[in-house]
Structures are given as C-alpha cells and as structure tokens.
C-alpha cells in the first residue's frame, strides 16, 4: 500500500494489538518503542478517545508522520469514584510492576463478591498525520470479572496486567480466550478493526 505508520505507544501489548489489527494491509509500521525523538503526552482528557486523540495528534505533530494511538482501561463500577477506568495503569501506582498493580486492585476488593466484582473494557483508537485527526473510535466490551488472585500468562504481561485479573463467569483469564471467544464476548479490538483498516485503506 505505501503507507508507513508509527505506532504512538511504548507499551508492547498495545503495540502488539495495533499490528494485529492492521496485519495483512501491506502497511510499514514502526514501534514507538523506537523512535528516539517520540514526545511525552500527558493523558489528558475526559475519555479514552478524547485521550487517544490527544496522543496521535501529538505525536503525528511533532514527528510530522502519520500515526496511530491507543488508549484504554478496565471499569469497575462497585469501586465508584474510587477508580476511574481513565487511570487504570497510574491509578495503582505510576512505578511499581505489573505483579504489583495487581495485587493492589485485589486488596481494595477483597470484600467484594459476585457481581461486585463485574467490570468491562473499554479502548479507543485514534489517526492523524502531521498535526491533523484523520478519525477516532470507542468501543466498550469483554464483560467480565475481577478474579480473587492473579494469574499471568507463562510469558508474562508484555504490559497487560489486567490480563491476570479479569475472567469470564467461566473463570477464563483474559490471556486464555480463544479468538471465538473474543468475538463472542465482544472485544472492543475487534469492534475497532473494521472502521482502523478501511481508513488506513484509503489512505493507502
């Protein structure tokens, strides 16, 4: 096709959901992770797509590329405003390890039960070229529930932890569902494949 993207992320699970949504369009992609001159954004705004356009107009901005950004995060309602799904990685705490993380969500939920323990997922796709949106979507979806431990997958969390938390009402870990049941369950990824490709398409 011609077009070379960059990738407005340093997270590897993100990067790695990115290039399979994209696979088989011929696109030249480039991580983040290696771009030397790749901005700092703070994830300012009141939801993930107002956040996932404010990195890929930054980005495209200052290196005056076409770019891709993410943003997401897990809801869980019985936590109130005591968790905001916008924070889901900063809100439990900015430099500690996955593992970490992990284990603090559990001990603020540790005397819920049942459908207390429900959440969703939500992520929000955004492109731009040089400074100038090209388009942006949200989608919500993969219903589920905050398990009582934390199980990663053997290869670690590649910088999705909450992976080793959230099951289906099957006890399934998010890493251990089946593109079937992805579908079924409705990943927000794969409600944002269809409106990503046909843009990137036209670009081309």
């Known amino acids: 096709m011609g077009v070379a993207l960059v990738l407005a992320t340093r997270n590897p699970a993100k990067a790695a959901q990115l290039r399979e949504l994209l696979a088989g369009l011929g696109v030249e992609l480039s991580d983040g992770a290696s771009v030397l001159d790749a901005p700092d954004v703070e994830e300012e705004g009141g939801s993930h797509l107002a956040i996932a356009i404010g990195k890929a107009v930054a980005w495209s901005r200052s290196l005056g590329a076409l770019v891709v950004a993410s943003d997401g995060g897990l809801s869980i309602p019985a936590l109130g405003d005591g968790w905001s799904s916008l924070i889901t990685r900063r809100g439990t705490g900015a430099d500690v390890s996955d593992e970490e993380r992990a284990r603090r969500l559990l001990r603020r939920m540790r005397d819920l039960e049942g459908e207390h323990r429900a959440c969703w997922w939500t992520e929000a796709v955004s492109v731009a070229r040089s400074g100038e949106l090209l388009g942006a979507w949200e989608a ?63 670009l081309g």
Not at 141 to 156: C, K, N, Q, R, W
């Open 140 to 202: 919500n979806g993969l219903e589920g529930y905050i398990a009582h431990d934390f199980v990663p997958p053997s290869g670690g969390t590649n910088g999705f932890w909450v992976g080793g938390l959230w099951v289906t009402r099957d006890g399934v870990r998010r890493w251990a569902l089946t593109a079937d049941d992805t579908e079924r369950l409705g990943d927000p990824w794969m409600s944002l494949r269809e409106p990503l490709r046909g843009l990137v398409r036209r």
